[in-house]
C-alpha cells in the first residue's frame, strides 16, 4: 500500500490528524468498534474507553495483515464533545503508545447516544494494504515485507476502433521542421529557431481531459517550433498557462498505479519514430517525459513507460515568460530515422496541464488531436495517432 498525505498549499497543518490521504491497494473496512472486552465494558472512562477502541481496532486490521500505518482514514463517534476536549492531552499519549505517528484522515462526531448504553466513543476505520500495478504483459502485487507476486498470462489485445461510416479518412496533423546549421542555445528563447510556420496547440479538439471542459487558449495553449540536423531533433514549445505547478526533482513518491510521477506536473512529452509507409503499421516510438525544474533554467527527461530511448541524451533548458513559460530541448533521432531534406518523422507533442492542489494532472494538449472526454492513463500514446513532421531544407 502507498499511502500520500493530502495537506493544500498555504493551509495550516493539522495537529493529530490530515485533511486528506490518497491510498492505493487492497482496502480494508472495520466495523465501528467500542471499548469492550469480550461483550462487556471493564470502565466507564472516556480514555479507557478510547484505548480499548484502538486496541479492538487494530486486533481487527490484524487479522487482514495491516498494522497502524496502514489507516488511511477514520470516523469517530463520542457522546460528550467537553469530556473529549478536556482529556485531548491523555487522548493524544494513548494515541502515540497504540498508533505512533500515524495520523489518517478523520472525522469526529458528537451524538446523543451510541446503540450500547455504556459506550461512550465508537471508530469506524478504513485501511489499505497492497499495491497492485498493471502493464501490457503482467499483473505485480506489491506486498509489505514480502516479494511482489507478478501474474502474467496471455491477454487478448484490444481491436482498434474502426468507424461505422467514414466518409472522408482522416489526416494526420502535419508542420514543417526547418533545417539550421548550428544548435540553437536552448535556453529556454526562441534564438536559433524559424518561427513562421508554428505547430498550434489551443483547439477544443486537442484537449484531452478527464473531468473539466478545456479552460480555453488565454488559460491553457501552446505554440512549438521544430528544426533539425543529421543527428537532433530541436524544439521550442511556448506554453500559455498563468499557474506554473512544476513537480520537484526530489519530491516524495506518488507511486500511484500505472503512472510516473513526473506526469502529474507541467511539462512535455514528445514522440518521434520512423515514418509509416503506405499500408504498413506504426512503428513504435521514441517517447520522452520533459519536466521543467524547479531552478528556473534546466529540465530533466525520462523515457516514457510504453517506449524505449536513452534519456541521458536529451538536454535543454526552460524559462518563466509573462504568459507563462518556454522550453528548448534537443532530442537525438531515434533508430531508423534517416534525417533529409524532404523526409518525413512520424512525431506528437503533449502538454500536460497541473493545477494548484491537485495530486494528479488535470488534462492535457496533445498536437494530433485530444480524443476529448477521455480517461487520462499514465504517459502512454497510440502510435497511431502521431502526426508528421516534414523535414525542410
Not at 123 to 140: K, Y
Not at 178 to 196: Q, Y
Request: charge should be negative; proline fraction near 8%.
Amino acid at each position: 500500500m502507498t499511502k500520500q498525505i493530502l495537506q493544500p498549499p498555504g493551509w495550516p497543518r493539522p495537529r493529530g490528524y490530515a485533511n486528506g490521504v490518497a491510498a492505493s491497494g487492497r482496502l480494508v473496512f472495520v466495523a465501528g468498534q467500542v471499548g469492550w472486552v469480550d461483550g462487556s465494558f471493564a470502565s466507564d472512562d472516556l480514555v479507557e474507553q478510547i484505548r480499548q477502541t484502538l486496541v479492538n481496532t487494530l486486533a481487527v486490521l490484524a487479522v487482514a495483515g495491516a498494522s497502524p500505518r496502514h489507516v488511511v482514514r477514520m470516523t469517530w463517534y463520542i457522546t460528550d464533545k467537553r469530556a473529549y476536549l478536556a482529556s485531548t492531552a491523555a487522548i493524544g499519549r494513548v494515541w502515540r503508545a497504540l498508533m505512533g505517528d500515524e495520523y489518517p484522515a478523520m472525522a469526529m462526531v458528537e451524538v446523543s447516544a451510541l446503540i450500547e448504553d455504556r459506550a461512550l466513543v465508537e471508530i469506524e476505520t478504513t485501511a489499505g494494504l497492497e499495491r497492485h500495478r498493471f502493464s501490457a504483459a503482467e499483473w505485480i502485487v506489491e506486498r509489505e515485507g514480502q516479494d511482489p507476486l507478478v501474474l502474467r498470462g496471455r491477454r487478448e489485445q484490444t481491436p482498434p476502433f474502426v468507424p461505422l461510416l467514414q466518409i472522408d479518412a482522416p489526416t494526420p496533423a502535419t508542420a514543417p521542421a526547418f533545417r539550421i546549421a548550428g544548435p540553437p542555445p536552448l535556453d529556454g528563447t526562441l534564438e536559433g529557431f524559424d518561427v513562421s510556420e508554428p505547430l498550434e496547440l489551443g483547439l477544443e479538439d486537442q484537449y484531452r481531459r478527464s473531468e473539466d471542459a478545456y479552460p480555453g487558449p488565454d488559460d491553457f495553449s501552446a505554440v512549438a517550433y521544430a528544426a533539425w540536423d543529421e543527428s537532433t531533433l530541436y524544439l521550442a514549445v511556448d506554453v500559455t498557462k498563468p499557474d506554473l505547478v512544476l513537480r520537484p526533482a526530489k519530491a516524495p513518491p506518488l507511486r500511484l498505479d500505472n503512472e510516473p510521477d513526473e506526469i502529474n506536473s507541467d511539462g512535455l512529452q514528445v514522440y518521434v519514430a520512423p515514418a509509416r509507409r503506405a499500408g504498413g503499421e506504426a512503428v513504435a516510438p521514441v517517447g520522452y517525459l520533459i519536466v521543467p525544474n524547479e531552478d528556473g533554467h534546466t529540465v530533466r527527461a525520462g523515457t516514457t513507460s510504453d517506449t524505449h530511448g536513452t534519456h541521458a541524451a536529451v538536454r535543454g533548458g526552460w524559462r518563466r515568460t509573462d504568459t507563462g513559460y518556454c522550453v528548448t530541448v534537443a532530442i537525438p533521432w531515434p533508430a531508423g530515422v534517416h534525417p533529409h531534406a524532404g523526409g518525413r518523422v512520424n512525431f506528437d507533442l503533449i502538454i500536460n496541464e497541473m493545477l494548484p492542489g491537485r495530486v494528479r494532472r488535470v488534462g492535457q494538449l496533445v498536437w494530433s488531436g485530444g480524443g476529448g472526454w477521455v480517461w487520462l492513463r499514465g504517459d502512454r500514446q497510440d502510435p497511431a495517432r502521431l502526426g508528421v513532421l516534414e523535414l525542410v531544407g
